[in-house]
């Protein structure tokens, strides 16, 4: 292993801490407040789809740390603008997600926006938003 190696080694490995972190975080936190706001955020498929790519696991471990960061700024109890103030309140949640989504490019596939569109329809019919719909398996 070379020197430069050796030196990157901690870093990588903890980046790899900060993703685990942050996926735990978003499992546990995400479907609790998107129940709370998802009629309220005009950015929701985009949301959903954007959850389902970075728990899929044929996503890059890249894609999905930016993604996870972006879904993590989501579920933070406080950030740039408060989320209490309704429609003002996700503008910076709906930037952060616009700059990840941009970024993850590609990666974001139809089986994740199908998944999301499959989420919010069954949440319409008064159907709890499932861990991970049929679509978004594969």
Same mark, same amino acid.
């Not at 900060?18 to 929701?44: C, G, H, L, M």
């Not at 579920?75 to 989320?83: E, N, Q, R, S, T």
């Not at 700059?99 to 974001?108: C, D, E, Q, S, T």
């Given at each position: 292993?070379?020197?430069?190696?050796?030196?990157?080694?901690?870093?990588?490995?903890?980046?790899?801490?900060?993703?685990?972190?942050?996926?735990?975080?978003?499992?546990?936190?995400?479907?609790?407040?998107?129940?709370?706001?998802?009629?309220?955020?005009?950015?929701?498929?985009?949301?959903?789809?954007?959850?389902?790519?970075?728990?899929?696991? #044929?996503?890059?471990?890249?894609?999905? %740390?930016?993604?996870?960061?972006?879904?993590?700024?989501?579920?933070?109890?406080?950030?740039?603008?408060?989320?209490?103030?309704?429609?003002?309140?996700?503008?910076?949640?709906?930037?952060?997600?616009?700059? %990840?989504?941009?970024?993850?490019? %590609?990666?974001?596939?139809?089986?994740?926006? #199908?998944?999301?569109?499959?989420?919010?329809?069954?949440?319409?019919?008064?159907?709890?938003?499932?861990?991970?719909?049929?679509? %978004? #398996?594969?």
């Amino acid at each position: 292993m070379t020197v430069h190696a050796m030196a990157e080694a901690p870093l990588k490995e903890q980046g790899m801490n900060q993703t685990d972190e942050r996926e735990k975080n978003v499992r546990r936190d995400f479907w609790p407040k998107w129940r709370r706001y998802a009629r309220a955020i005009p950015f929701s498929e985009d949301l959903l789809a954007a959850y389902y790519a970075a728990f899929d696991p #044929q996503t890059p471990m890249r894609v999905k %740390a930016t993604l996870l960061g972006a879904l993590a700024y989501f579920i933070l109890p406080m950030d740039a603008i408060p989320d209490i103030f309704t429609v003002v309140g996700f503008t910076d949640d709906a930037a952060v997600l616009w700059a %990840a989504v941009r970024m993850a490019g %590609a990666h974001i596939r139809e089986r994740h926006r #199908q998944a999301a569109r499959e989420t919010l329809s069954d949440d319409n019919e008064g159907v709890a938003a499932p861990a991970r719909p049929r679509s %978004a #398996q594969g």
